[in-house]
């Protein structure tokens, strides 16, 4: 059982492939990736975005949904040392949709 009695479906989030997001400038994106990270604190989804960048293929499109504020706020500076870019911050609902590109 996962924090706040969520529980994962596996030990290192869901990561599934999905369709599209649109950001906040109105711009659509399609997203290669989702990475689970509701229900987890610091530093957990900062780790989990690591990963998933690290596995990504270039050009790939990640969508981390995070619902702690301060995973939400580090993720972003976190992207040119991945070597990734950070391409806008959804509000969905209960959760933040972060949306990474890796370069």
Same mark, same amino acid.
């Not at 059982?1 to 479906?9: A, D, N, Q, T, V």
């Not at 975005?49 to 702690?68: H, L, M, P, Y």
């Given at each position: 059982? $996962?924090?706040? $009695? &969520?529980? *994962?479906?596996n030990d290192g989030g869901d990561v599934q492939p999905q369709g599209s997001i649109t950001l906040e400038d109105g711009s659509s994106v399609s997203i290669a990736q989702v990475v689970d990270c509701i229900g987890d604190s610091c530093p957990r989804p900062q780790l989990m975005? *690591?990963? @998933? /960048? $690290?596995? @990504? @293929?270039? $050009? #790939? /499109? %990640?969508? /981390? &949904? %995070? #619902?702690?504020p301060t995973s939400m706020e580090a993720i972003p500076p976190m992207m040119p040392d991945l070597g990734a870019r950070h391409l806008g911050t959804v509000k969905s609902g209960r959760y933040w949709s972060v949306v990474v590109a890796k370069n």
């Open positions: 059982m $996962g924090l706040f $009695g &969520r529980k *994962k479906s975005t *690591k990963k @998933a /960048v $690290g596995n @990504a @293929a270039s $050009g #790939d /499109v %990640i969508e /981390v &949904r %995070i #619902d702690n």
